[in-house]
Structure formats: structure tokens, C-alpha cells
């Protein structure tokens, strides 16, 4: 496994770049998955470009919605993070098809949509910039709905968004709940994420109590973090719960020990499909997901990646979502 070299930052220098950065729910990429299945709660999970997905019918109705540059090519182009993990999104063990549960609701809302479902796959940050220019006609890669991002994109969610604690099994943490739990950690959490946000937002509160400043180190892949974990480099990591209760339950080896919302203390976050503001696109996948939850294939599909606990009981378009930074 390939080790990256930690990046090393002060917070106050964090601080000035993330103001600039939008909140996500992106993580570090997990290696090439393993040849052998996992197995989640007593099922294999499926890690081979053969998918075989759970599939739906076309809603005519909800398919007369999309907008007819959109619908032109009968193509639905939906963009991934390349350096996803499972069980969200990662390659398959042909380390090119993508799949994941963020890939399986997109393939149900195109066929409710009656379109080619045309999975495309960038950086994170090429993501926002694809989105934006209608490169990408929707993206489904656990993206956080905040409020600055809805002065530029149009949501329709799909899944709470959920955040955890992971440190190794011989750890003497036994709970992180707030704030004065991390003082003085050395903590490992993604850039320009909605985590991270938090974690600077508590490390502030800290420096203000007089307790110790916390240091942050970055790495570009999670197999990178749990080789640090696992080495005492770092004593905790800071992200999204699926991939983290997934590594635990495949590999063993650490805990989690505390859950937030990804919004913060204050509100649910939610994860939702992300489209260019005001293109037209984001009323039918909102009756898209709708029609889906109400027909059962979307739990199915969250069942089968063991996520069935982060269900919605429907879809919503543009609700709250993490606050605005206050100006420093």
C-alpha cells in the first residue's frame, strides 16, 4: 500500500483557507478493494464490476420534466469523486467500473427518468466545476447540502449525513462528544470537508477555553489514515460514518467513539443529488428519489450496502443546510 506523506498545518492558517472552501462529505480515497468479498451483517458485499443493480421503470410523467437540453442525448451524466470509498463509491476490484451505493441511486433515478445512466468520474474539487458548467448533469458523491452552496447549486436529497470518531481498538478514548474531548489530539480529518469545518470550529472553542490546540494531519487516502491510526501518528480520525463503520465491520482493528451530524450540533445534515442552480433538473430528480422511496428499490439499494440506518423518509429539495461561517 502506497503511503502518502501527512500534510502538517497550523490552525490559524487552516482557518483563512477553509473560509474559502464549501463544507463536503468527500473522503480520503480507500485503496484498490480487496479481491475476497466483505461480508456486512451476514452478506457479501458485491465488490465486482458485474453489479447486476436493483433497477426501476421509467415514470413517463416525471421523464416530460427534464429539461430538453438535458434529455437530448437520452443521457444521464453523473459525476463521481474518483477518490471515493466504499461503501459510497469506489472502483471495483477491475479498478475502473464505479460502484457503490451513490452510483446504484443514480442508476435508479435515470431509469425513472428514462435516460442512459453515464457514470463519470474526477477529483473532488473538478466535481463543483463540472457541476457548474453542466459538464456533469447531476452528481451523486456524498455531497453535504450547506448554505453556500445553494447560492450556486439546486439539491434534492437522498441521505442523512452522518460523521464519526475512529480511533484504534487499543485507544484509551472512550467517547468523543464535544469540544474539550479532542484537546491537545493529534486528529486526521479531510480537507475542505464539512468535518473539517466542525473540528476547526471545536478547536477554536478550545484555544478560547485555554485548552491545548489540536493538530491536524491530512492525508490523501484513508488507507494512508489507518496506517497512521494504526502506527500512533494519528490518535483519531474525523469522518463519514459509512466508510468508517464499513472499515470497521471488514477489517477490524478500531472503534468508533462518537457520531455527529453532519450540519453540525444544531441540524441533521443531509446528503443529496447536486446539479447546476436554476437548470431545471432538480425538480425531477427530487420525484425521481420520491418515486423510488415510495416503491422500495431505494431501500434495497441501501440495504444492500448496509446504510439502510441513514434512510430519508422522502426527498427534499434545497432544505437547510450548514450554516454559513461567520465572517472572522
Not at 485555554?210 to 494531519?217: A, D, T
Amino acid at each position: 500500500m502506497r503511503t502518502s506523506p501527512a500534510r502538517t498545518l497550523t490552525v490559524p492558517v487552516l482557518l483563512l483557507a477553509v473560509a474559502a472552501l464549501a463544507a463536503c462529505g468527500t473522503e480520503p480515497a480507500l485503496d484498490t478493494p480487496a479481491a475476497s468479498a466483505p461480508v456486512i451483517a451476514g452478506k457479501k458485499i458485491n465488490l465486482s464490476p458485474d453489479q447486476n443493480r436493483v433497477r426501476t421503470g421509467k415514470v413517463a410523467a416525471i421523464a416530460a420534466k427534464v429539461p430538453q437540453e438535458i434529455a437530448a442525448d437520452g443521457k444521464l451524466t453523473v459525476g463521481f469523486s474518483a477518490s471515493g470509498s466504499p461503501p459510497l463509491v469506489s472502483p471495483a476490484t477491475d479498478d475502473t467500473t464505479l460502484i457503490g451505493v451513490e452510483t446504484d441511486l443514480a442508476q435508479l433515478v435515470a431509469d425513472v427518468l428514462g435516460l442512459e445512466f453515464t457514470p463519470q468520474s474526477s477529483s473532488w474539487e473538478n466535481l463543483f466545476l463540472a457541476a457548474k458548467s453542466g459538464k456533469y448533469e447531476a452528481v451523486f458523491s456524498n455531497v453535504t447540502v450547506t448554505e453556500e452552496r445553494k447560492d450556486t447549486y439546486d439539491f434534492a436529497t437522498y441521505r442523512i449525513d452522518q460523521l464519526a470518531w475512529q480511533v484504534p481498538d487499543t485507544s484509551p478514548i472512550k467517547a468523543i462528544k464535544g469540544p474539550a474531548d479532542i484537546a491537545g489530539l493529534r486528529v486526521s480529518v479531510g480537507s475542505g470537508t464539512n468535518q473539517e469545518k466542525i473540528l476547526l470550529d471545536w478547536d477554536k472553542q478550545n484555544r478560547a477555553a485555554g485548552r491545548e490546540p489540536v493538530e491536524i494531519l491530512y492525508y490523501e487516502k484513508y488507507g494512508d489514515v489507518l496506517l497512521a491510526l494504526k502506527s500512533g501518528r494519528v490518535q483519531a480520525y474525523f469522518g463519514p460514518n459509512p466508510n468508517i463503520a464499513y472499515n470497521i465491520a471488514v477489517s477490524g482493528g478500531s472503534r468508533i467513539v462518537g457520531t455527529f451530524s453532519g450540519a453540525g450540533p444544531d441540524l441533521q445534515g443531509l446528503i443529496a443529488a447536486m446539479t447546476r442552480k436554476g437548470n431545471g433538473l432538480v425538480q425531477p430528480l427530487h420525484e425521481a428519489l420520491n418515486t423510488v422511496i415510495k416503491n422500495g428499490t431505494y431501500r434495497q439499494v441501501l440495504e444492500r450496502w448496509g446504510l439502510d440506518s441513514e434512510a430519508i423518509p422522502e426527498s427534499r429539495i434545497n432544505p437547510p443546510g450548514l450554516p454559513r461561517r461567520p465572517a472572522s
